[in-house]
């Protein structure tokens, strides 16, 4: 089974509200991602976890805010976020954080803030 | 870091045309993958390709690590290949994913 799991797929949230976004994976991959894509544009790293620890953090604001409660689970919590993150968040997973891992993608959460 | 280019950016064929997509990347990488973005968003693997060649019923890819650049072929194209197209690289000591600026293809009926 190769397959990563989001939830949920669209998302619309005032530049106030606290959300989550949920992403799963049983695959037994201990490597976990978020990325953002912007219309048009490539998917952009946003964070790592690696053994359930974040290895990565882009410079991504404050507003967001991974959690990684176990292997197969991870989350990207939101607070005051504003119009121009809206975008699709994706989530990916990969056997282990080194280099030589297949990626394997979910199917995104389409997020637009007001 | 590592700068990933692809060609060409737009591609328009009718359907049962070949195609030939390009991924140039300015230094070596230990990883490197294909996919395609289907128009809801989901990214599919194609290949999983650092060297060599492999091929997948109509779809083959070819990496040449040496030369830093990778094709991805696509033969007797069908209306379900549209959509983007991009590779994705990774350089050694990274847990990074760089991906490329993206191939749009669309075949018509």
């Known amino acids: 089974d190769t397959e990563v799991t989001q939830t949920p797929k669209h998302l619309v949230m005032g530049m106030t509200n606290k959300k989550s976004l949920k992403c799963e994976q049983h695959?037994?991959?201990?490597?976990m991602y978020w990325y953002k894509q912007k219309a048009k544009k490539p998917p952009e790293l946003m964070f790592v976890?690696?053994?359930?620890?974040?290895?990565i953090n882009e410079s991504v604001p404050s507003r967001f805010s991974p959690e990684c409660p176990n292997s197969s689970l991870l989350n990207l919590h939101l607070h005051a976020l504003q119009p121009e993150d809206s975008a699709l968040y994706l989530c990916?997973?990969?056997?282990?954080?080194?280099?030589?891992?297949?990626?394997?993608f979910g199917p995104g959460t389409r997020l637009t803030v007001l | 870091g590592i700068q990933v280019e692809q060609s060409p950016p737009d591609l328009i064929l009718q359907e049962g045309a070949n195609s030939t997509l390009r991924c140039n990347f300015s230094?070596?990488?230990?990883?490197l993958q294909w996919f395609h973005q289907n128009p809801w968003g989901q990214l599919i693997n194609l290949f999983y390709?650092?060297?060599g060649t492999k091929q997948n019923g109509r779809l083959s890819a070819t990496t040449v690590a040496t030369e830093r650049y990778s094709l991805l072929y696509i033969s007797s194209s069908q209306t379900t290949d549209s959509g983007v197209y991009f590779c994705?690289?990774?350089?050694?000591?990274?847990?990074?994913?760089?991906f490329g600026t993206g191939t749009r293809l669309k075949v018509l009926a």
């Open positions: 390709i650092p060297s």
């Open positions: 695959m037994g991959h201990r490597a």
């Open positions: 976890y690696s053994y359930e620890k974040l290895s």
């Open positions: 990916a997973s990969s056997l282990r954080g080194d280099a030589y891992n297949e990626q394997f």
């Open positions: 994705a690289v990774r350089g050694s000591g990274t847990y990074k994913y760089i």
């Open positions: 230094d070596s990488v230990n990883n």
